[in-house]
């Protein structure tokens, strides 16, 4: 339903379909520098996430995670090489028009003033409503199959405040669904979340992926829940990319140990996804003397 | 709390501003009755009583409407630009500004009513690109937290100023400046009235047009792009317009507290955070708000007239608690 149900709406958004290569989210040889800073936030970095894939996006802190979304997101420029979204240099997206297209679900969000969750899930629209448009129809049916689909009708009248930090969650994701994307970028989505509401959204994460065909771009520092979900791994370290692939293949005990400098084993699960274990490495109490 | 409908929030809203108009029109010193002022309404009649009612008292509360609207929406803007709640049209030092550019035509020995206003002006805008600049952060965007670090730093230098000048001048310009600075709304006339109008206008279609994404930099400015705003262009123009509409309300009737405070947050308490709604219903009770206020500050003392300032603040403080309490019991 989605997909070819937009092919017609027009607007200088629809018109940049997805690139050549299937790709509806591209970096090419991309590479970031900050200013006043040395090494390059993003070196030369490549990868390409399609429709109906869940790709997840690991690595230490300051691997260049956050940077990576950014240039897709067109939020920083590449010095060199490109971003792109949908086929067109992320930089040259109107705000507007790649929100619809692209919904992002970030770790925190404080709103300054009380929201009712539908009043939340209806800033979704926004994107498409512009400044002045009513809210019609279209617009009310998207509210409703997202929060259907996110399960929070039942949290339709609370305010947000009141909710638990997996229910906030799950609203937000609603809010990015009735912006009817084909991306979702979820960028440390359940770092302040419990096992069990981790897990639900990432749950809710693949059936979006599998079942209604969006892309997840997922970065997060929960390596093994990654691994578990993700069609692929990136992993990055110091601004590259090291490896691209598989959980299976991404996941080998000297690349983790040399990317993190901590040692870890690496165990198979029946269902061929690999989950990692650091290494205890108590500390000596005569360490100082000893080495 | 139950919200009441858009249309009932506006037709309540201008049920309210009309009987605010007709009692800043019925009350005054002259004491008219309500058939004189009828009467000169129309045109008719005594011809003292239609100067009074055309010349002093029509203007004197469509100026209280205008400067209090405007007070109001400028506030409601800023408090979601800077994400506080708190935040009121003078926070970022534009009182001080205009205070300082006031003091200092007094001091220059310029009394023409036309220059005061112009030098409050210029004071307030001055001190709004002061401040602008000091806020513009490395990427070329607009730093919310360093524009309040700097109205603050701003306002309180201007007030230095302010107070060094006075502590120098003869007791005739202290007296002028003070009451001045305490905001009052007689005086002007239809000319104050218009001039404000026109820089009023098109800042209130601004900040209008960016209802929803004030809507969304409430949520945050990560969350606000990723909604498809275009952030750093919403807040450079909401500081503009804003600020414009402060500078222009100072000019025409000084520095009157509370109300752009107190009533975007009636009517956040009343009907929620859309802008879309918040800002015209922030004007209409501004706008009411003030022209009573103005009122009783004539009546209270008569034939005294008490500072409006002092007024806004004595009635809008408790009604600020009253609504605090009830938002906290929500």
Known sequence: MRGQGEAGAGGAGDRARSAPSGAVLELIEATVRYAGAEPPALERVSLAVRGGECVGVVGPNGAGKTTLLRALLGQVACASGRALALGREARRWPRDELARVVGVVTQREEPAFPLTVREAVEMGRYPHLGAWRAPGSADRAAVERAMRRSDVEALSGRWVETLSGGEWQRVRIARALAQEPRVLILDEPTASLDLSHEMQLFELVIDLVRRDGLAALVVSHHINVAARFADRLILLAQGRLVADGPSAAVLEPQRLAAVFGWPVTVHRLADGSVQLFPERRPIQPNAGAAS | ?330
């Not at chain 2, 309540?12 to 009350?27: E, S």
Request: glycine content about 14%.
């Open chain 2, 1 to 330: 709390m139950r919200r009441p409908s858009t249309p009932a929030l506006f037709a309540a809203l201008l049920a309210f501003a009309g009987i605010a108009a007709a009692l800043g029109v019925a009350l005054g010193a002259a004491g008219l009755s309500p058939r004189a002022i009828g009467q000169a309404l129309l045109g008719r009649g005594d011809g003292v009583a239609v100067g009074i009612v055309w010349s002093l008292r029509l203007p004197r509360v469509a100026l209280g409407f205008v400067v209090g609207g405007v007070l109001a929406v400028a506030g409601a803007a800023l408090q979601a630009l800077v994400r506080n709640p708190l935040a009121d049209p003078y926070l970022l030092g534009l009182s001080g500004g205009a205070g300082l550019g006031a003091v200092l035509a007094l001091a220059a020995g310029v009394v023409s009513a036309w220059v005061l206003p112009a030098a409050a002006f210029g004071g307030a805008l001055a001190a709004t690109v002061l401040v602008y600049r000091l806020a513009l952060v490395a990427g070329g965007g607009l730093d919310s937290r360093m524009l309040l670090l700097g109205g603050v730093v701003v306002g309180a230098f201007a007030a230095a100023l302010v107070a060094g000048i006075l502590s120098v001048s003869d007791a005739v310009q202290l007296k002028t400046a003070t009451l001045w600075l305490m905001g009052g709304l007689g005086g002007v006339g239809w000319s104050g009235v218009l001039v404000l109008a026109v820089y009023a206008v098109p800042a209130l279609a601004v900040l209008v047009a960016e209802s929803r994404a004030l809507n969304l930099l409430a949520l945050g400015e990560e969350p606000a792009l990723h909604l498809g705003a275009d952030v750093a262009v919403t807040k450079r123009r909401v500081y503009i317009a804003a600020s414009l509409l402060t500078a222009a309300a100072v000019a025409a009737a000084g520095i009157i507290g509370f109300v752009g405070l107190v009533v975007p947050h009636a009517i956040r308490l009343l009907k929620g955070h859309d802008h879309r709604v918040l800002l015209p219903a922030a004007f209409l009770l501004g706008g009411a708000f003030l022209v009573l206020a103005d009122a009783l500050a004539r009546t209270a003392f008569s034939p005294l007239e008490l500072p409006v300032g002092v007024v806004t603040a004595v009635v809008g403080v408790p009604f600020f608690v009253a609504l605090l309490r009830r938002w906290a019991g929500r």
